[in-house]
Structure formats: structure tokens, C-alpha cells
């Protein structure tokens, strides 16, 4: 099946630094990526959609300039916390939906985010 | 808006006990997913359930679609540790994003 990688894996970070977060799909071409948030024992929220060449759509309640989405590319988009606070410690899983199967999802590993 | 909706989100059984998890959606889909995420860990999808009537297995899980009632259910059969984890229910509303249910945590115990 196919591949969604993210990196790091996982990241501690102070307060008032910025982080991003990688999401590739490895073998497929991801014409539209999503970030998820989760925090403990919650379920995934949906932060944005990108597609690639475009601006995100962020979900109600996410703040665009703090979490900065790039989808350069068929398999990169990127996600940028910026001047974080431990209220954005959290999990990131990233998916991926390409061209040829619109109505598949492929999640990546996650990113855990410690906030110090 | 499409919302989808799990019960019980909490779930301890004993070993060798069955049980069902319900998933309701409440716009039309014909496409439904069930994953399970261990802690710590991302997802990991179990099935995809694509018609009315859709009913697949895989060991100790089954999972059925019932796209009229809108309404999917994840059955376990004689339960065992292993099976502890969070199950998700996510539904797919045309060409939005996956939306998911709040989780269930199950916790199998001797």
C-alpha cells in the first residue's frame, strides 16, 4: 500500500521557537495532504487541507499564522509551528490523498511535539 | 456538516466476551473506515467498508455497513489482550476530508 512518512518522529522545543514538521508520500503522488492534530486520549481534529500549489484551508479555530502549511510538492508538505507554547504540545499525523485514489487516506506515523 | 458518532467511547471486557461498537454517521456515505491506534502510535486501518451491506473480517473483528441506517458496527468476538487499543470510526463525506468519531478505547482484561 502506500507510503506516508513524517519527520521527525518526535521533537521537544522551547517556548517561543518554531518547528516544522515534514509529510512525505514515498510512492504515490499526493495531490491533497491533511494535518491532523490529537491531543491525549482525544480523537484526530482536522487542522487544514492542502493541496499542492495552493494555500491551505485551515479548519475553524486553527490559526493560520501560527501553523504554517507548505505543499510545495506532489509528496512533501510541510508544517510550521510557530513561536510555540506547550498548549500546542501535542500529536501530529499528517495524510495524504492522491490523484489516482481520490477516496483513500494514508496516514502518516505522527510527530510528537513537546513544548518546554 | 457531517458527524459521526461512537459508542461506548469507553469499553472493558473480559477476555473471551463479545461485543459490538457502533459508529452512526448522519449524512449519506457509502464509504466508512474503521482504524485502530494503539498509544503512542498512529493509525492503523482495519477496513474499509464501501457499500450497503458491507461486512468483512479479519480474526476476532468483523465490521458491517448498513448505509440506509447509517450505521456501522465493529464486532469482537471472543476478546483477548491483544486487542486493547482506541478503534476509530471515520466517514468519508464525498470530497471532504475523512471525518472521525471520538474513539473507543477498549480495554480487555483477564
Known amino acids: 500500500g502506500a507510503v506516508v512518512s513524517q519527520h521527525p518522529s518526535w521533537v521537544i522545543c522551547k517556548s517561543g521557537t518554531s518547528v516544522k514538521i515534514e509529510c512525505r508520500s514515498l510512492?504515490?503522488?499526493?495531490?491533497?495532504m491533511f494535518w491532523y492534530r490529537q491531543f491525549p486520549k482525544q480523537s484526530l481534529m482536522l487542522m487544514a487541507t492542502?493541496?499542492?500549489?495552493?494555500?491551505?484551508?485551515?479548519e475553524q479555530g486553527v490559526e493560520k499564522d501560527k501553523f504554517l502549511i507548505n505543499h510545495a510538492s506532489l509528496t512533501l508538505s510541510t508544517l510550521t509551528v510557530t513561536s510555540a507554547h506547550p498548549e500546542d504540545s501535542s500529536f501530529y499525523i499528517c495524510s495524504a490523498r492522491g490523484s489516482l485514489l481520490l477516496y483513500e487516506q494514508y496516514f502518516g506515523p505522527g510527530t510528537r511535539l513537546t513544548v518546554t | 456538516e457531517l458527524k459521526v458518532e461512537q459508542n461506548p467511547l469507553f469499553l472493558s471486557m473480559q477476555e473471551g466476551k463479545n461485543y459490538t461498537i457502533y459508529c452512526n454517521y448522519s449524512t449519506t456515505s457509502d464509504r466508512l473506515y474503521w482504524y485502530r491506534q494503539d498509544p503512542g502510535k498512529s493509525l492503523e486501518s482495519l477496513f474499509v467498508?464501501?457499500?450497503?451491506?458491507a461486512v468483512k473480517q479479519e480474526g476476532r473483528l468483523m465490521a458491517s455497513l448498513d448505509t440506509k441506517a447509517r450505521l456501522s458496527t465493529l464486532h469482537i468476538t471472543a476478546a483477548v489482550h491483544d486487542l486493547s487499543a482506541t478503534y476509530f470510526c471515520a466517514v468519508f463525506g464525498g470530497n471532504t476530508p475523512l471525518v472521525f468519531g471520538k474513539g473507543t478505547r477498549l480495554s480487555v482484561i483477564a
Open positions: 510512492d504515490f503522488q499526493a495531490t491533497t
Open positions: 467498508l464501501l457499500s450497503n451491506g
Open positions: 492542502s493541496n499542492e500549489g495552493s494555500k491551505a484551508t485551515y
